[in-house]
């Protein structure tokens, strides 16, 4: 069955150091891939989208790569700071944007 | 411009009873999802549709869960009868239609039910 698998322990880091989060996924042929950011109690907050035929994507101090030979997506926040502490989600859809599935996940805190 | 709208924000509710949640999205965005979330857990999508056609309901529970989008607007989503394991926050999202693309989702705040 199609399984996405984000890092499972909650993630430490050191303010201004970058954060690493991994997406892997398994029996799925993806088309688009997003992630989220979700904060307690409340909605997920769309982040950045990308493209099967795309390497990476960046968004100020975010950057999302796709290797789909490898079924694996990287989501990099640099100079990371207190107020990026949060749960963040991927997500992956099929070519006609349906059959969307979330990942469980990575809490992130970034300590001063 | 104003975000998705979801009420009610809390609900409790026994075992065996029905549960109503409603949902209003952002003008003009064509498609409109139910999610699932389990505490600890990502969203689960349960229906999702565009305009007031189903897309996929795939992980829907037909025999107690059901939704409609009767005008293409708003949209309700339905329990009955409820059981435990349905205690989760239920989430609507909504995102522009675009032919052959993806969309950003825009999620509304959400509802969480606790069935006792």
């Known amino acids: 069955s199609q399984k996405i698998e984000q890092n499972s322990e909650a993630l430490n880091i050191q303010e201004g150091k970058t954060a690493t989060l991994t997406c892997n996924y398994t029996?799925?042929?993806?088309?688009?891939l997003q992630w989220y950011r979700q904060d307690p109690g409340r909605g997920p907050v769309f982040l950045l989208l990308?493209?099967?035929?795309?390497k990476e994507k960046r968004k100020e101090r975010l950057k999302v790569t796709f290797d789909t030979t490898l079924k694996q997506s990287l989501f990099h926040i640099t100079a990371s700071q207190p107020a990026d502490s949060a749960t963040y989600l991927c997500a992956l859809e099929d070519s006609s944007a349906s059959k969307i599935i979330f990942g469980s996940g990575t809490r992130l805190s970034i300590r001063p | 411009e104003a975000g998705v709208a979801q009420s009610p924000r809390y609900k409790i509710i026994e075992k065996r009873q029905s549960v109503a949640f409603w949902c209003n999205p952002i003008s003009g965005h064509a498609t409109l999802y139910w999610y699932q979330q389990i505490l600890g857990q990502g969203p689960k999508l349960l229906i999702q549709?565009?305009?007031?056609?189903?897309?996929?309901d795939s992980q829907l529970p037909k025999d107690r869960f059901s939704a409609e989008r009767l005008k293409g607007v708003d949209s309700t989503l339905k329990i009955q009868p409820a059981k435990l394991e349905d205690s989760a926050v239920y989430l609507c999202a909504s995102s522009l239609y675009r032919a052959g693309g993806s969309n950003e989702q825009f999620f509304g705040p959400g509802t969480r039910l606790t069935v006792l």
């Open positions: 990308i493209r099967e035929n795309e």
């Open positions: 029996n799925y042929s993806p088309a688009y």
């Open positions: 549709f565009q305009n007031n056609g189903v897309v996929d």
